[in-house]
């Protein structure tokens, strides 16, 4: 098993962004919010900042496991500064052929009425810091922290699954079909 000697990489920091790095712990603050990740599970790498323009992660002797570890944090890294500097949004469109669906936020839940005629509404759990808003039929999730927004979404999709249909014939639910960057 081939070691490679020394990793170095350097993440610039765009205007408009604060990062405080205390040991292993990344706090990054911007226009749009602000997001804190814990990374001590990594031993061995290092992170720190160089000026207030440059992040700067470094690891010496990585095996095969140590250097994924260390290109998953770079990008936590990255997506934490385009999560605070533009944010994330993901879309999920409510299908519905044979009970007309609706879907409304209530408070810290998103509430799915008459979900295959079912009379009391399915749940699904909006994480903190992550907002949803219903247009029509789509259910827009958006924040900037990326784990966030993708677990808000997946509660959702979650909340409307079929287990004892044919899902050929009952297609109903609220299905992801669009993730990325909020313009």
Wanted: hydrophobic residues 45%; without cysteine.
């Amino acid at each position: 098993m081939a070691r490679v000697a020394h990793i170095r990489e350097e993440i610039a920091i765009p205007d408009g962004v604060k990062v405080e790095i205390s040991e292993l712990s990344v706090k990054v603050k911007g226009p749009k919010g602000e997001v804190q990740k814990d990374f001590s599970y990594a031993k061995g790498i290092q992170i720190k900042l160089e000026g207030d323009k440059m992040i700067v992660l470094e690891t010496f002797f990585a095996d095969r496991e140590r250097k994924a570890q260390f290109y998953s944090i770079v990008a936590h890294i990255r997506n934490m500064i385009t999560g605070v500097t533009k944010g994330w949004r993901y879309k999920l469109k409510i299908i519905s052929s044979h009970f007309p669906v609706t879907a409304r936020v209530s408070s810290n839940e998103v509430l799915i009425d008459n979900f295959l005629g079912e009379r009391a509404p399915r749940r699904a759990k909006i994480l903190e810091n992550v907002s949803v808003r219903i247009d029509g039929k789509d259910v827009i999730v958006e924040g900037v922290d990326i784990e966030a927004v993708a677990q808000t979404a997946a509660n959702i999709e979650l909340a409307t699954r079929i287990k004892d249909k044919d899902r050929r014939v009952f297609v109903d639910g609220i299905y992801i079909y669009e993730r990325g960057v909020a313009v």
